[in-house]
T-cell receptor
Framework: DGGITQSPKYLFRKEGQNVTLSCEQN?????MYWYRQDPGQGLRLIYY???????QKGDIAEGYSVSREKKESFPLTVTSAQKNPTAFYLC?????????????FGPGTRLTVL | DAKTTQPPSMDCAEGRAANLPCNHS???????VYWYRQIHSQGPQYIIH???NNETNEMASLIITEDRKSSTLILPHATLRDTAVYYC????????????????FGQGTILTVHP
């Protein structure tokens, strides 16, 4: 089955630790995205990537880092510099060509920093 | 990208049509209207999009007013599984045919379908 996988579904970390969230897609999509969602709020874009080895900051990139070494993978690292890391993190992907590029979302990772 | 305004919540009886409004009075000529929904604790799911013509697919219909300042998403026969947050998003399509695809999600409409 084609789709996007994120692991783990729930993640707990101590304050001050870096943590990396996984995102893998087998849809052969060029573009990948990371969003953050806080309770009762919409999604906010953290980082996006249109092509391997290239990525751009979104609206709330501070305290986060990403890499895109393979087309299928776009891991997100939440660093200790992120002041409020507890949130629901969503990864998405889309084709790049054309105006529509409907985004397909993964199931999300809920990160809790203790 | 243009901002959208949606009611915070709506109710619908199972089996009836759910009509979800969205106001996007500042939409520009090259912006599309997209609808996504998010069931609790899951990733958003694409529903439908349109530019100026009405659109229909297996999930829903999208009615866009002639002046394009508002639209309505219609779920023709709502079921309990349609209970979710529905997001209306307007987004420009890059004139060059590519776009980094940023979707600006507002707070959406919480649709509750009851028996």
């Amino acid at each position: 089955d084609g789709g996007i996988t994120q692991s783990p579904k729930y993640l707990f970390r101590k304050e001050g630790q870096n943590v990396t969230l996984s995102c893998e897609q087998n849809l052969n999509h060029d573009a990948m995205y990371w969003y953050r969602q806080d309770p009762g709020q919409g999604l906010r874009l953290i980082y996006y990537s249109q092509i391997v080895n290239d990525f751009q900051k979104g609206d709330i990139a501070e305290g986060y880092s990403v890499s895109r070494e393979k087309k299928e993978s776009f891991p997100l690292t939440v660093t200790s510099a992120q002041k409020n890391p507890t949130a629901f993190y969503l990864c998405a992907s889309s084709i790049i060509a054309g105006p529509y590029n409907e985004q397909f979302f993964g199931p999300g990772t809920r990160l809790t920093v203790l | 990208d243009a901002k959208t305004t949606q009611p915070p919540s709506m109710d619908c009886a199972e089996g009836r049509a759910a009509n979800l409004p969205c106001n996007h009075s500042t939409i520009s000529g090259n912006e599309y209207v997209y609808w996504y929904r998010q069931i609790h604790s899951q990733g958003p799911q694409y529903i439908i999009h349109g530019l100026k013509n009405n659109e229909t697919n297996e999930m829903a219909s999208l009615i866009i007013t002639e002046d394009r300042k508002s639209s309505t998403l219609i779920l023709p026969h709502a079921t309990l599984r349609d209970t979710a947050v529905y997001y209306c998003i307007v987004r420009v399509a890059n004139a060059g045919g590519t776009s980094y695809g940023k979707l600006t999600f507002g707070q959406g409409t919480i649709l509750t379908v009851h028996p």
